[in-house]
Structure formats: C-alpha cells, structure tokens
C-alpha cells in the first residue's frame, strides 16, 4: 500500500468573516506576524493543496496522512474552509487519516471547533481503545498496516509559547492499542502532529516542543516495524534515534514557498521504504532515493 504524508498547509481567506472581538488576545499578535512575515510564504498554498490531489492520482496514493496545523489563526471560517479545500485529496486517495495542529486549536475557543468540521474523516476501526474524547484513533488497511493518532495540539494563549502534550489518557490508549491483536504483527504510523525529535536527533525547545516526547518513544519502543510522522517543525527529514526502532518522518510544511516537503511511504508485508517529495514550481515530484523502514 502507498501513503501520503503532508503537514503545515496553514491555510488562510483573510478573516473578514471573524468578529474582531476574537482578535483581543493572542491571535492579534499572529495576525500581525502572518500579516508583516508569514503570509507571504503561502500564497500559493492553495494551488499546492489542489496539487496534491492530483499527486495522489498520478502516483497510485491509497491513503492520504496529514498531520495538522491546516490553518493559520484556528478560527472556524479557516478551518472549514480547510475542510473544504482538502476534499479532493480524500476524494482521490482510498482513505483519510488526521490529526489537528497548534494553529488548529490556536486558543481555547477554537476547542472541539476542528472535530466539527473534521468528523468524516475522525474516525477509529477500534472504538473500545478511546480513552479521550475521540483519540486515540486506530485505522486499520489492509492485512498489515495500522495507522494510530494521538492528539499533541492544544491552546497556547502565553504568546511565547507553542508547546504541545499528549494527554495520559492518551498514551494509555497508545499501549493498548500497540498490543492489540488486531494491530501486533502490523506495519504500525503512529502521528500526531509534534515532533518527538528535531532532525539533529535532539529535543525541540520547551516552550516549542512536544512535552511528554521521551514517554511517546518509550511507548513506541516496543514496536518491531513502524514510523513515528509528525508536523510543526517547518522541515522535511528524518531522523532515528536510540529510544526506538522506528524511524521518525517531518513532512515540515507541505505548501510554504521554498521549503516544501512530504513523504510518500510504500509499505508491503516484506518490506517498507519512504521517498521524499518536493515541488519543482508547478507540482508535486517524488525522489528516486529510498529511506528503508
């Protein structure tokens, strides 16, 4: 089976349909920064997005991974706009599997806004390993891949800070769904949408990073044959690191201008390997060298 990942598509119709009064608080700050600094980097973001639609048909994808932050601010015209603009990837690819990001979930008042709009595609083949509201979610394809999401994302309403925590209800859920017997002997994607690990191997900063990163790769441990894929660091790599045998994937951010990454993963029951996508200006391509998992 094919899988497409992608990350950080931050997208964005500039908020005239938000009351300012959503605006007297952090989000004012972000508006200002993506106004002077960020918002140039996706103006096409759009036009990226319908790509990879096309992407998915022309390379045979059968399940579409996306871990999080579709938007910039987490203000509910954003993302059901997001919604809207990512149903043609869901309608090409077999299936949809999701996680929210920080810009997701920018404030308090955004909580619950993105399960809404996102509930067709939040969705679990074992609903007895729900722990926390709707996670973890387990998918299963085929007769050897398991896709398990765990929800990192939270309100940051300190402006320096954009950290992110798993929920320990959370983790609990990730054990058992590991040792599941619908899942042991699986090809297993665990994502959520912080990085455990920057690409240096090294932990994110605290105020930036996930909180409870060393639990999740003591979690992750035990499994035989995996991939750790995640979002928010804006840089495509990958990294393996001694906590755990399974390699970590950053898609980074999938439609900023000049720094544009994905990963497409290609899982057999012999085998597995990832190949790293890049845009060359008018689509989306994917490289010929091989990441063997």
Known sequence: MR????SD?????????????????????????LRLRRAKHYREAPAKV????????????????????YTALGTEPEIAYARKAIE???EAATGFVTVPGNHDV?????????ENHFADVLATDLPELVRDEVWPQVRLFGDHVAVITVNSA??????????????????????DALAHPKVAGRFVFVMTHYAPRLKSGRPDTPNHGLENADELLAICGSVERGAI?????????????PETSMTLFG???????????????????????ARRGHWDGERYAIGDERVEL
């Open 3 to 6: 899988f497409l990942h992608f």
């Open 229 to 241: 894929v995640h979002g928010h660091v804006h840089k495509c790599y990958s990294v393996t690191v």
């Open 154 to 175: 939270r309100p940051n309403p300190p402006i320096m800070r954009s950290s992110g925590r798993i929920p320990d209800a959370q983790m609990d859920g990730l054990k």
């Open 251 to 273: 898609a980074g951010s999938t439609t900023q201008e000049g720094a544009e990454g994905l990963w497409v993963y290609d899982v057999s029951p012999d085998g597995a390997f």
């Open 50 to 69: 319908r790509a990879l639609a096309d992407l998915v048909e022309a390379e045979g994808i059968d399940v579409a991974l996306c871990s999080g932050d």
């Open 88 to 90: 043609p990837i869901r």
């Open 9 to 33: 598509i931050h997208l964005e119709q500039g908020f005239k349909e938000v009351s300012s009064r959503k605006f007297f608080n952090k989000r004012f700050i972000g508006w200002m920064n």
């Open 106 to 114: 920018y404030l308090p008042d955004a909580l619950g806004v993105f």
